[in-house]
């Protein structure tokens, strides 16, 4: 594998982070995702890390060329339930892997995660990633590269339908979720995730859609100028349910996973991704 030896990976301790958050910020600069027609990149606003705290512990590693970080992967120690109503069981969740345009093709995702594996590994031995679809039509390149892991090799665990609604829309759904999975609110990220459109430049009024064991308490009802998003499963009967609706997914993305093969992955927000 060619491997720059020059390179030094190494986890952030907690009291560093805010020295490297502005360096590892720059790596999303330019980045941009589907979202239907339009296409948008992610802002984690002052404090990078809030987002990823807030779903567990977290462990975050830098591939570092002299003080350029060139590469970065994040891995979180979260309890998820197997299937609704089970208990919780700890997992990493593996997030935030990015690597610089001029340093791809040279297996740093796989050199970051041998860096860590030896301390990971050992405290909870299966977890899963879930990784946006460039192309709704061609295989994931970032579920093909996990597939490929020598030490802990991942499979291809479910694709999910990312749902973007207005509130008018929402209001007329909610009762198909609630009906599907209990309770339902509406989570905003705002300055901890946002999504800027590259059709305005600007961030989308967005609420994440809370239900299932691992829901954050939001507003309880819709918000006028508010785009309401939520994910499931593509196999799951609600789509088919949306679909008499004419509601289609705008955005995809897969879920890999390592010894979770029983889990329904029912627990998985936007909120999370």
């Known amino acids: 594998m060619r491997i720059n030896r020059s390179l030094n990976i190494r986890e952030l301790h907690c009291e560093e982070w805010k020295v490297f958050q502005s360096r590892i910020a720059d790596l ?15 802002d984690h606003g002052a404090d990078y890390f809030a987002f ?14 002299g003080e350029r970080v060139v590469a970065v992967a994040a891995a979180i120690l979260r309890r998820v339930p ?21 340093y791809r093709g040279r297996y740093l995702p ?11 590994y050992p405290r909870c031995p299966r977890g899963y ?34 749902i973007s609604l207005d509130a008018k829309q ?16 509406y989570l905003s990220l705002i300055g901890k995730k946002d999504i800027i459109l590259q ?17 954050e308490r939001g507003f309880t009802e819709p918000l006028e100028d508010y785009v309401h998003m939520f994910c499931v499963s593509i196999d799951h009967p609600l789509l ?20 979770m093969e029983k889990w329904d992955w029912e627990f998985i927000l936007t909120s999370d991704i």
């Open 28 to 42: 999303e600069k330019g980045t941009s995702y589907p979202l239907g027609e339009d296409r948008f990149e992610i």
């Open 52 to 65: 990823f705290t807030r779903l567990g512990q977290l462990r975050y590693y830098v591939a570092l060329d």
């Open 82 to 102: 197997p299937a609704n109503r089970e208990k919780p069981k700890t997992v990493w969740y593996l997030c935030d892997l990015k690597v610089h345009p001029e």
């Open 110 to 120: 796989v050199s970051i995660f041998v860096h860590a594996f030896p301390k990971l």
């Open 129 to 162: 990633a879930i990784s946006m679809d460039a192309d709704s039509e061609r295989p994931n390149r970032v579920a093909l590269m996990l597939k490929r892991f020598p030490l802990a090799p991942m499979s291809i665990a479910a694709r999910l339908g990312i």
């Open 170 to 185: 929402m209001q007329e759904v909610a009762p198909v979720l609630r009906e599907h999975f209990g309770c339902v609110s």
């Open 199 to 215: 059709s305005t430049g600007a961030p989308m009024p967005l609420l994440h859609v809370q239900f299932g064991p691992c829901a």
């Open 240 to 259: 088919e349910v949306l679909r008499h609706q004419r509601i289609y997914p705008s955005a995809t993305a897969t879920v890999v996973q390592h010894r």
